[in-house]
């Protein structure tokens, strides 16, 4: 498992370290990783000697660390340049910066492009204007130089710590921010690396040790993100004598005659994931269509069987359909079954939901229902808001429904009722198109079926992530997260890095929950 961490919690660990005199020998832990990740980004491209590299320096420990590596750089035959942000920066840094030849040029009011014109061109940028003690963005002339230099491309931008401007700790963005190729950060992942927008503008994140690791430990993670490993671990297997019913079954109210299609995949997707059986609920021509593409699963659309866990909401169009998951929604409360709640069925929440209630929103369908929260305030939360913020929204909505809350985007975000949040980041952007959300409710809703009667134990497979019991379902809805990103990253692999259908991620299911779990060399029951 990966943690992440808030700039806050980072600081109070370094402090022991700081009050013992050694926050010097922290740094150059810090410029040491992040020269070492510069340079061998720039070797991929092209020998280190005479390379070009220019540092924004800002006024704080960031800039100081910024320095510091340019200086190692500069060491190492590149020309390096820095740009100095505030009249005042780190003074041993830039010793140590015009010690190993380094050029020095002044951030003034009214010469932010100038300056961007001439390090745009360079071989490698490192932005160390602002780390994890940034209050807000970026302002005058350095906001200019960011704006004017991220309108010029340049070839490889790294980040130090974390991009300047970006919320360490929650994710949000105060523009402008240079995006970044390579995030180098020290010591742990902040949490505004592993959710968006924070997370789509730092590129790969690379952590550097500086000797806070261990005491980081004890802190509660502010997000958590999922290994293949951990995937693997968890995922169900069927013991030699299982049957269809213990595998798990799952019961499906999707799809309309509006929205067939929702129903077509929701169930494929559950069977492909490996319910023991699927029980489909709708309305005739739909159930056709369904049993078309999955003779395995049943139509029963009056009275469905008995089932382990429901799907329900995908694609619900018109009264009857509503009213069929209406039904299941209350036979779900009544018998405390786990439920994916999807789209059309988030209208359609109990007053307090249990954590084992999982609702799929993406951002439009999250601000909506916040706004009809009584518990939500006057003002009306819009998608912007949630896209802004999703964090915070997720963890706001979990909360005050009592649901585990998966919002759907290129980072998706899972938080549990108590406020711990996974973040996984599979996918591929090939994956924002028509009914690919319809493909994760039915993976979803295959592993719920499957676990819900495992998970809860203490010699089960998810005690093994060593959270409360009522965390655990945030656990299995990241974990179908992942593997319906790898799927369709797979899916677009195969394609030559090209489109995919929501079909072509549904295919892929199968082999992506086959390689995790030849990972986890976990014995077989
Ligand atoms: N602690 C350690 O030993 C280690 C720390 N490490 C490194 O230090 C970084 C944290 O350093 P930091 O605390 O100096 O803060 P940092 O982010 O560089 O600068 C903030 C400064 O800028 C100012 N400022 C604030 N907001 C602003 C704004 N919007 N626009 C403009 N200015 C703004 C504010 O000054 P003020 O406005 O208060 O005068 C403040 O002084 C961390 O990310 C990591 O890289 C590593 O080396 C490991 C060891
Ligand atoms: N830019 C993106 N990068 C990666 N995954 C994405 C991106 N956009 C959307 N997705 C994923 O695709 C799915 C879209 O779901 P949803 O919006 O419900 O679509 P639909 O309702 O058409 O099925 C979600 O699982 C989401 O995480
Ligand atoms: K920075």
Known sequence: MISAFTGQQIRDTEQPLLDAGEGAVLMQRAAYGLAQAVAR??????????????VLAGKGNNGGDGLFAAALLARRGMRATAV????????????????????TLYLEPGNAEELAVLCAGDDAIIDALLGTGARGGLRGPSAELVASLQELRPRLVVACDLPSGLDANTGEVHWPVLEADVTVTFGGVKAGLMTDPGEGCAGR????????EESLESQQPELRRLTSRDVGAVLPHPGRRAHKYSRGVLGVVAG?????????????????AGAGMVRYA???????????QTPEALWEPDEPGRVQAWLLGSGVDGKE?????????AAALAADLPVVVDAGAL??????????????????????????????GEVAVTRDDVESRPLHFVRQAAEQTGATVLLKGATTLVASPSGVVFSQ????????TAGSGDVLGGVLGALLAQCAETIKDDDGAYAGLGLDVADRWAALAAVAASVHGRAGSAASAELAGGPITASAIMAAVPRVLGSLNAECDRPRP
Request: proline share 5%; with cysteine; glycine share 8%.
């Open 321 to 329: 359909q509503l009213a069929r998951a209406k039904d299941a929604a």
């Open 282 to 292: 709708g309305p005739q021509t739909v159930g056709q269509l369904v049993l078309a």
């Open 41 to 54: 980004e720039v070797k991929t491209r092209r020998t280190l000697a005479g390379a070009s590299v220019t």
């Open 84 to 103: 100095l942000a505030a009249a005042e920066v780190h003074q041993q840094a830039l010793a140590a910066f015009a010690a190993a030849g380094g050029r």
């Open 347 to 376: 209208s359609l929440l109990p007053e307090r939901c249990p954590p084992h209630w999982i609702l799929t929103p993406h951002a439009g369908e999250l601000a909506t229902l916040l706004d009809s929260l009584p518990s939500t």
């Open 205 to 212: 994140v690379h952590v550097v040790e500086i000797g806070i």
């Open 425 to 432: 980041s599979e996918g591929t952007a090939w994956m924002a």
């Open 256 to 272: 309309s005659v509006r929205f067939a299609g929702a129903a077509v995949l929701g169930v494929h997707a559950a069977a492909l």
